[in-house]
């Protein structure tokens, strides 16, 4: 079965804070994608990346980065967090072909106060 | 225009209807489409994708395709309580950038 682990359930932190979300993905999927969940705005796409340290912007990347440096590994960072970060962030992961399709984590709920 | 629309619902069907779910995208090279079912505090999970016209049965659940009027809609037969959730459809374009929908939300009652 395909694994994906986000590693945290649960987070809450202060306004200002540099906070790193981790997603590890165990099946070698070229693809890793980070969504953030809100009511009514469905799941919005933050970054996607293709392979190692390649990245591609999403709809929704400002006060955003991320990091790959390993295939298994993508992570996403909030630079200075503030409270309308304040989401559920889906981390998913795809083989690297068009006809497929993608795996997501148990998501990580953030709350910025 | 967003690139891919979603009626948000609720649809609400009784026990033992069809439920039909509705999706229209905006990018004429999108290539492949997909249906995701997600319940109340979970993760989205696939239940279908398709890549080519027509229609794609599996179980309860067919799935059509028509890329002349950028369409695509989930047909769920016999729906069961079971089923009530949000059902999220996504698209990838000529990358695999997979955009979502806002889902919608769909309700069966006994």
């Known amino acids: 079965d395909v694994k994906v682990t986000q590693s945290s359930r649960y987070l809450v932190k202060r306004t200002g804070e540099k906070v790193f979300l981790e997603c590890v993905q165990d099946m070698d999927h070229e693809n890793m994608f980070w969504y953030r969940q809100d009511p009514g705005l469905g799941l919005r796409l933050i970054y996607f990346?293709?392979?190692?340290?390649?990245?591609e912007k999403g709809d929704i990347p400002e006060g955003y980065s991320v990091s790959r440096e390993k295939k298994e590994r993508f992570s996403l960072i909030l630079e200075s967090a503030s409270t309308n970060q304040t989401s559920m962030y889906l981390c998913?992961?795809?083989?690297?072909?068009?006809?497929?399709?993608?795996?997501f984590g148990q998501g990580t709920r953030l709350t910025v106060v | 225009q967003k690139e891919v629309e979603q009626n948000s619902g609720p649809l609400s069907v009784p026990e033992g209807a069809i439920a039909s779910l509705n999706c229209t995208y905006s990018?004429?090279?999108?290539?492949?489409f997909f249906w995701y079912r997600q319940y109340s505090g979970k993760s989205p999970e696939l239940i279908m994708s398709i890549y080519s016209n027509g229609d794609k049965e599996d179980g309860r659940f067919t799935a059509q395709l028509n890329k002349a009027s950028q369409y695509v809609s989930l047909l769920i037969r016999d729906s069961q309580p079971s089923d009530s959730a949000t059902y999220l459809c996504a698209v990838t374009g000529n990358t695999d950038k997979l955009i979502f929908g806002t889902g919608t939300r769909l309700q069966v009652f006994p």
């Open positions: 990346s293709y392979d190692v340290k390649m990245k």
């Open positions: 990018d004429r090279v999108s290539q492949s």
């Open positions: 998913a992961s795809s083989w690297g072909q068009t006809e497929t399709e993608a795996f």
